[in-house]
């Protein structure tokens, strides 16, 4: 399939991404026999490219590009506001478009991932690996563990909770921690006192705009499941390198003991289980922890701020190599939809102004540019992890590529230990699907009442009024985006070894 090439000036008509070249000094020399209005003429032009280069540097440091180590040369985007017509579904632009979503399409490798050896995994957060232990606690189903109180935690354990500093709520929960602390602490013949600590026995790792909000909800009617006190702490991926924002870039890492502190009130009901002799508080040995950061799957932006990529322009770990290494039987919960439909409803969420149908458009167009760049000089997996180009696209067309991020989970898990649901499904058929998830999860099953009233919930995080209104996106978008995906909604299919993930009845 022929590809777009940068030096075919008959392609100028479609938005390019093009390589600005320096001018070399010793070309200045000849300039003193050249008449004085080329010479006008030429430092006009010159100074001119100089204030158009600062431009865009100045607004891409804006966006924090700047900050991001690039793992591949990202060339200069021209502006496209002054390039591309407002509506890239004429037939010239459409085609162009269309030729440069085929380049992408023929470039696809779905090579492999080389794993990092464990010890490098524990080497590179040591405080972490020394404060979970590598077993747990038996006859409870939650991953808990006993910790010795020292001194200062006696005195009061969340006073330097940064969860608590940035969330009224979780300081709210903290309140009532503090006062029940001294209560659910075990003491030992030897008159030391131990909390008892857990983590997740499952996470909701993703995706956004793919309904884990809802489900999340919905799994909180069940008795025997207990989640963080915030849906998305988000400390896997951004909060425990100091990410709170990433245009803000590194600021105070959360340690592993905030985000422990998330799990208190779930360990005190078990803790109840453990202490208690009555059947209710034997059933509390049965209650699971978890925790639903739609982020997990896919964001390991945080490796280009702390370390140089590779030369192949890939992180040198993955957040599933912390949680599998930490917690090898960790449950794991995948939320997916139609690719083509997440990404615009993740424009409509995310984007508060100037929102169109035509303005979507241009944001695919530009994006698919910026990839198809990339795959030219990178592998699919370094593009998709890229936080430059992630940064650069307007649109996340990379949060898509379900087979690329699913795969790099399965070198981990064991494909038993991820439950994949498909969105359309989990609408059409919620009552169904919820009982897969409470299978899989190996909780008991919920009496009528309760059932009924999980699945007459209404459904949580949709799609405000005033987005509506802007209707579907237009049909070329829509063709064009189906067609960038196809490969990957096809890969994803033969790993799931289910045809509905190629999403062609959609």
Same mark, same amino acid.
């Given at each position: 399939?022929?590809?777009?090439?940068?030096?075919?000036?008959?392609?100028?008509? $479609?938005?390019?991404?093009? /390589?600005?070249?320096?001018?070399?000094?010793?070309?200045?020399?000849?300039?003193?026999?050249?008449?004085?209005?080329?010479?006008?003429?030429?430092?006009?032009?010159?100074?001119? %490219?100089?204030?158009?280069?600062?431009?865009?540097?100045?607004?891409?440091?804006?966006?924090?590009?700047?900050?991001?180590?690039?793992?591949?040369?990202? =060339? %200069?985007?021209?502006?496209?506001?002054?390039?591309?017509?407002?509506?890239?579904?004429? %037939?010239?632009?459409?085609?162009?478009?269309?030729?440069?979503?085929?380049?992408? &399409?023929?470039?696809?490798?779905?090579?492999?991932?080389? $794993?990092?050896? @464990?010890?490098?995994?524990?080497?590179?957060?040591?405080?972490?690996?020394?404060?979970?232990? =590598?077993?747990?606690?038996?006859?409870?189903?939650?991953?808990?563990?006993?910790?010795?109180?020292?001194?200062?935690?006696?005195?009061?354990?969340?006073?330097?909770?940064? *969860?608590?500093?940035?969330?009224?709520?979780?300081?709210?929960?903290?309140?009532?921690?503090?006062?029940?602390?001294?209560?659910?602490?075990?003491?030992?013949?030897?008159?030391?006192?131990?909390?008892?600590?857990?983590?997740? *026995?499952?996470?909701?790792?993703?995706?956004?705009?793919?309904?884990?909000?809802?489900?999340?909800? !919905?799994?909180?009617?069940?008795?025997?499941?207990?989640? #963080?006190?915030?849906?998305?702490?988000?400390?896997?991926?951004?909060?425990?390198?100091?990410?709170?924002?990433?245009?803000?870039?590194?600021?105070? =890492?959360?340690?592993?003991?905030?985000?422990?502190?998330?799990?208190?009130?779930?360990?005190?009901?078990?803790?109840?289980?453990?202490?208690?002799? &009555?059947?209710?508080?034997?059933?509390?040995?049965?209650?699971?922890?978890?925790?639903?950061?739609?982020?997990?799957?896919?964001?390991?932006?945080?490796?280009?701020?702390?370390?140089?990529?590779?030369?192949?322009?890939? +992180?040198?770990? @993955?957040?599933?190599?912390?949680?599998?290494?930490?917690? +090898?039987?960790?449950?794991?919960?995948?939320?997916?939809?139609? +690719?083509?439909?997440?990404? *615009?409803?993740?424009?409509?969420?995310?984007?508060?102004?100037?929102?169109?149908?035509?303005?979507?458009?241009?944001?695919?167009?530009?994006?698919?540019?910026?990839? /198809?760049?990339?795959?030219?000089?990178?592998?699919?997996?370094?593009?998709?992890?890229? %936080?430059?180009?992630?940064?650069?696209?307007?649109? !996340?067309?990379?949060?898509?590529?379900?087979?690329?991020? $699913?795969?790099?989970?399965?070198?981990?898990?064991?494909?038993?230990?991820?439950?994949?649901?498909?969105?359309?499904?989990?609408?059409?058929?919620?009552?169904?699907?919820?009982?897969?998830?409470?299978?899989?999860?190996?909780?008991?099953?919920?009496?009528?009442? &309760?059932? #009924?009233?999980? #699945?007459?919930?209404?459904?949580?995080?949709?799609?405000?009024?005033?987005?509506?209104?802007?209707?579907?996106?237009?049909?070329?978008?829509?063709?064009?985006?189906?067609?960038?995906?196809?490969?990957?909604?096809?890969?994803?299919? #033969?790993?799931?070894?289910?045809?509905?993930?190629?999403?062609? /009845?959609?």
């Amino acid at each position: 399939m022929p590809c777009l090439d940068d030096g075919d000036n008959s392609r100028r008509g $479609l938005p390019s991404v093009l /390589e600005l070249r320096r001018v070399p000094l010793w070309s200045l020399g000849p300039l003193r026999s050249v008449r004085k209005v080329k010479v006008i003429s030429f430092l006009l032009g010159l100074t001119l %490219t100089f204030l158009i280069m600062a431009s865009y540097i100045l607004t891409w440091d804006k966006k924090g590009l700047m900050m991001s180590l690039s793992p591949f040369h990202l =060339r %200069t985007i021209v502006n496209p506001s002054s390039t591309l017509p407002h509506n890239l579904s004429s %037939t010239k632009d459409y085609a162009n478009i269309k030729l440069l979503v085929k380049c992408i &399409t023929s470039k696809l490798e779905f090579s492999p991932r080389k $794993l990092p050896l @464990l010890k490098d995994v524990v080497n590179t957060d040591s405080h972490l690996f020394s404060v979970i232990p =590598r077993q747990f606690l038996p006859n409870i189903k939650s991953p808990c563990w006993y910790e010795e109180l020292s001194g200062k935690t006696k005195v009061d354990p969340y006073s330097k909770n940064l *969860y608590a500093v940035r969330s009224k709520s979780f300081r709210t929960v903290c309140d009532y921690l503090r006062k029940h602390f001294q209560e659910h602490l075990y003491h030992s013949d030897d008159n030391k006192q131990y909390r008892l600590r857990c983590l997740p *026995y499952f996470y909701i790792i993703g995706q956004p705009k793919c309904g884990t909000t809802d489900l999340f909800h !919905r799994l909180l009617l069940h008795p025997e499941v207990k989640f #963080t006190t915030m849906k998305e702490p988000h400390w896997w991926t951004r909060k425990r390198f100091g990410i709170i924002h990433l245009k803000d870039g590194l600021l105070e =890492r959360f340690p592993v003991e905030d985000y422990l502190d998330l799990f208190e009130l779930a360990a005190y009901h078990i803790q109840e289980g453990i202490l208690g002799n &009555t059947s209710v508080d034997h059933s509390q040995r049965h209650i699971i922890t978890g925790e639903a950061s739609a982020s997990t799957m896919w964001d390991n932006q945080a490796w280009s701020y702390l370390y140089n990529y590779r030369a192949d322009g890939e +992180p040198p770990f @993955l957040a599933q190599d912390f949680i599998h290494a930490v917690q +090898p039987n960790a449950k794991i919960i995948v939320m997916l939809r139609d +690719p083509v439909e997440r990404l *615009y409803s993740d424009y409509l969420y995310f984007n508060m102004a100037n929102k169109s149908v035509e303005d979507f458009d241009l944001r695919v167009s530009e994006s698919l540019q910026l990839f /198809e760049a990339c795959l030219a000089e990178n592998s699919v997996r370094s593009c998709v992890y890229n %936080t430059s180009l992630s940064n650069a696209m307007t649109v !996340r067309l990379n949060l898509g590529l379900y087979s690329v991020f $699913l795969l790099d989970w399965l070198t981990v898990f064991h494909r038993d230990q991820i439950l994949v649901l498909q969105l359309e499904d989990y609408a059409a058929n919620l009552r169904l699907t919820i009982r897969k998830v409470f299978d899989f999860l190996n909780v008991g099953p919920l009496s009528e009442q &309760t059932e #009924t009233a999980l #699945t007459k919930r209404p459904m949580s995080n949709t799609r405000r009024a005033a987005d509506r209104s802007l209707g579907p996106m237009l049909p070329s978008t829509r063709d064009l985006l189906r067609e960038f995906h196809q490969p990957f909604n096809h890969k994803l299919a #033969t790993i799931l070894d289910n045809k509905v993930f190629h999403w062609t /009845e959609t």
